[in-house]
């Protein structure tokens, strides 16, 4: 069973500030996902890595992915409270479904 | 939206009582999931379909059946529920390809006493 560890599992930070979550695995990944799931409702995806090194970025949101593709990291440029939710990353073993991470809790204060 | 629905929302049950949860697709999506989500333990797998009366099991399928007798209708059920069972229940389709990801459903929060 591949396993994604995702650190750090609470974090919360102050509005304005920047952060870094991260997501690993033992095993490489075929393409890695990220995905924000607010309360009482179910993950949304924000992005789908597939190259190793690859940089993606979503207005004040970037993700990168490994170059050995087996591990990714989220970055989070001057956070909102918006931006509060639970973070979880989801691994492609090539195996026609996804595993999750643990997630990483974000809380932004205002 | 997103052209999934799960049903109930809420359901208390008692042990050793059978139960079923519906996951409706609008999509006409091939692939279905069902997982759940547990403090500490993220989403796991418990049974997936990628067709009509196609299905195989996930990590944690112990205690758990599925049906997909329609494309759009996964209905999972807990033969004899144990307040291991209680837990948030999410359904989830996807296009072909999986780098599409998936699109949840809002979820079913069971509670088995």
């Known amino acids: 069973t591949q396993l994604l560890e995702q650190s750090p599992q609470f974090l919360s930070i102050q509005e304005g500030e920047n952060l870094t979550v991260y997501c690993n695995s033992s095993s490489v990944f075929s393409s890695l996902q990220w995905y924000r799931q607010e309360p009482g409702e179910g993950p949304v995806l924000l992005v789908t890595v597939v190259t190793g090194g690859e940089v993606k970025k979503l207005k004040r949101l970037t993700f990168q992915f490994g170059d050995a593709r087996k591990d990714s990291s989220l970055h989070i440029t001057a956070a909102q409270p918006g931006d509060t939710g639970l973070y979880l990353c989801?691994?492609?073993?090539?195996?026609?479904?996804?595993?999750f991470g643990t997630g990483t809790r974000l809380t932004i204060i205002p | 939206d997103a052209g999934i629905t799960q049903s109930p929302r809420h359901k208390v049950t008692e042990t050793g009582t059978p139960v079923t949860l519906r996951c409706h697709q609008t999509?006409?999506?091939?692939?279905m999931y069902w997982y759940r989500q547990d403090p500490g333990h993220g989403l796991r797998l418990i049974h997936y379909s990628y067709g009509v009366k196609d299905t195989d099991k996930g990590e944690v399928s112990d205690g758990y059946s599925v049906s997909r007798s329609k494309t759009e209708d996964f209905l999972l059920t807990l033969e004899s529920a144990t307040s291991s069972q209680t837990s948030v229940y999410f359904c989830a389709i996807r296009p072909g390809q999986l780098d599409y990801g998936y699109t949840f459903g809002s979820g079913t929060r069971l509670t088995v006493v």
């Open positions: 989801a691994g492609n073993f090539g195996n026609e479904k996804l595993t």
């Open positions: 999509e006409n999506h091939r692939y």
